[in-house]
């Protein structure tokens, strides 16, 4: 090739990048839209509340959180999946929608392996085990007792039908060989103001619960992890409690539609991980009784895909399925 010829190719190269790099040197220009499927509230809310304003002034554009609860998180998962992928329509992602109800849901409208982008893992939350405030039980112990004596008069609330508070309660009947009735409530909210109202006897709620715990309007009993949380330094595991294989909990990421371009992608997960290790955020996110996400953008795909493997035999398990 002659050194004219060279040229021209590339000028041609750099002519046909010119609109990917302006693109992504000029993103954001515009507000920023981020879905919540989910009621306010809940884990998933608070999460993206956390990270919302830290992220909106580090990219110099406003965020506005937008909740588009429903059918167990299908509803706004399908509004951001559907969403033009340019960076300006984002999904604050979680376990149930966009790993555990590809096995709940004979047909979804999206397809969570397929349909989104995955920028970072924002935080993973355990279950903890709470009853009201004037429940008779005040551990593990007296609550199995209380189920036992009382086989299928107990009930225990959920975020909905498969979500992780459902399988958590699941796994709890399993091991301690419980009877109980499942009462499905539409988001951890609700699920909360039930058990606060007395409507229900227990619920494994996500960390959102921290501040009624604190407040005195529940009483939490037991972590769903293999150690104790920080945010919770006196209450124990199952495993302590004397109730084995009790291990739940939520997580938390960012994702944009699929076929954003990768240096919006990149530059979100980048500003991310800056927002999470900042002080305050680390604050906020330990009162959340949350361990914060790390890594990029394909560390996060990856481990979203290996969610949707791990659950399909959770699922299958629990034998939950929503026609």
């Not at 937008?66 to 299908?74: D, I, P, V, Y």
């Not at 555990?100 to 047909?107: G, S, V």
């Not at 085990?129 to 008779?136: F, G």
């Not at 975020?159 to 539409?186: D, N, R, T």
Request: with cysteine.
């Amino acid at each position: 090739m002659n050194r004219r010829n060279w040229i021209n190719t590339a000028l041609a190269a750099i002519a046909l990048a010119s609109p990917a790099l302006a693109l992504a040197q000029a993103y954001p220009s515009q507000t920023i839209k981020l879905v919540v499927p989910w009621p306010p509230g809940g884990g998933v809310d608070t999460a993206a509340r956390i990270i919302a304003a830290p992220l909106a002034q580090r990219l110099g554009q406003s965020i506005v959180v937008e909740n588009k609860a429903g059918a167990g998180g299908n509803i706004g998962t399908e509004v951001a999946a559907r969403a033009k992928p340019d960076g300006y329509t984002l999904l604050m992602g979680s376990v149930s929608p966009n790993a555990i109800n590809p096995y709940l849901y004979a047909k979804l409208p999206f397809d969570p392996a397929k349909d989104f982008a995955g920028i970072g893992l924002v935080a993973s939350v355990p279950n903890v085990l709470v009853v009201p405030a004037n429940s008779k039980a005040n551990s593990v112990a007296d609550l199995i007792a209380m189920a036992k004596a009382n086989p299928g008069k107990l009930n225990y609330a959920s975020g909905g039908v498969g979500s992780s508070q459902h399988l958590a309660a699941e796994m709890l009947k399993k091991s301690a060989g419980l009877e109980m009735m499942h009462i499905p409530y539409k988001g951890t909210s609700p699920a909360e103001i039930g058990l606060m109202g007395g409507e229900v006897d227990l619920l494994l709620d996500t960390t959102a619960c921290l501040p009624h715990v604190a407040a005195g309007k529940m009483k939490a009993l037991a972590v769903a992890s293999r150690g104790r949380n920080p945010a919770l330094p006196n209450v124990p595991t199952f495993d302590e409690a004397g109730v084995s294989g009790v291990y739940s909990g939520a997580w938390y990421g960012l994702m944009a539609p699929a076929g954003t371009p990768r240096d919006i992608v990149e530059k979100l997960n980048r500003e991310l991980m800056a927002v999470l290790a900042s002080p305050e955020v680390k604050k906020k996110m330990f009162d959340f009784g949350a361990e914060i996400g790390i890594g990029s953008a394909d560390d996060f795909g990856k481990f979203m895909l290996s969610e949707i493997a791990r659950y399909a035999e959770i699922v299958r398990l629990s034998g939950a399925k929503i026609q």
